[in-house]
């Protein structure tokens, strides 16, 4: 019986065809935008969202978190770019990998937020129903990371050991061969956190933006690790990496959010009720009374009904 003593990496991140290179990171980024949107569609239609929001969301989101996530990456790697021997232009080569996760959901949060302005959505609503989506679309991303032979961790000789090109291999690991694939444990981790997220928002109907806050620890808390086995050049304070300052900063922010906002109830989102009643038009559209039943949990009532409620 043949046991697989480490994981190979692609040959190739890029197939030419014709004038136009088709690059796996590229795919792999677009593949998780597409099952982010997919999720989130479900999980806002299901919270009261109306069809097409996710998407109209998206077009600023996504743009916005493309150009936060690629400043982050080129202020905390900055040696690639601006160092000895690097190209300032390829501060602007997206397509050749280098998204931080940080600035792309923070200024994607600016994208989401100015649309959903724009739409009288509540962001921290719209973020608890997004949260998952975009612990999946960072799964489907790393494995671009993969084919690029790029963020792997420190050398080892564990059976699941990423085997990475010479001319990949960081300076002063030369003689080694593989390596830590933090691609997939951090593939793995987004993955159990995504399912963590979704259970608690059915078991305890987070809202606020509990469960967007929920993602950001439970993510932090693996990134912690994670960072501290890589490799790749990045700028570090005292000895250790910017991002897992960040880590730790941003995951105790979420955790003190989680906190202060324990016991709200949920928000009402009535747009997908509005946009069935345009739809029908008035004569079909159900009354007040059908479209709001008074429930029989005192969690599901309206603000209105309780005592300093939310108007």
Known sequence: MTVLASIPSPSQGVW??????????????????????????????ARGGAPGDVLDIATWAVPFGIVGGRIYHVITSPRPYFGAGGDPLKAFAIWEG????????????????????????????????????????????????????????????????LEIDPRYREQGYEAFATFHPTFLYELLWNLAAAALVIWADRRFRLAHGQAFALYVLAYCTGRLWIELLRTDP???????????????VVGLLALVYLVWQRGRPREVITRGEEFAAAENGPADAPSAAERAPVPADEDLRDDDDRPGGER
């Not at 792309?104 to 608890?128: E, H, Q, S, T």
């Not at 990045?234 to 730790?248: I, M, P, Y």
Request: some cysteine; glycine content about 14%; aromatic content about 12%.
């Open 98 to 161: 280098g998204l931080g996760i940080w600035g792309a959901i923070a200024l994607g949060g600016v994208g989401a937020w100015i649309a959903c302005r724009r739409r009288g959505i509540p962001l921290p609503a719209f973020a608890d129903a997004l949260a998952p989506g975009l612990l999946v679309a960072q799964a489907i991303g790393r494995l671009g990371n993969w084919f690029n032979q790029e963020l792997f961790g420190r050398p080892t000789d564990l059976p699941w050991g």
């Open 234 to 248: 990045a700028e570090t304070f005292f000895g250790v990496r910017l991002n897992v300052f960040t880590a730790v």
């Open 16 to 45: 030419e065809l014709g004038p136009f290179p088709l690059r796996a990171y590229a795919l792999c980024i677009i593949a998780g935008i597409v099952a982010a949107a997919w999720l989130t569609e479900k999980r806002w239609l």
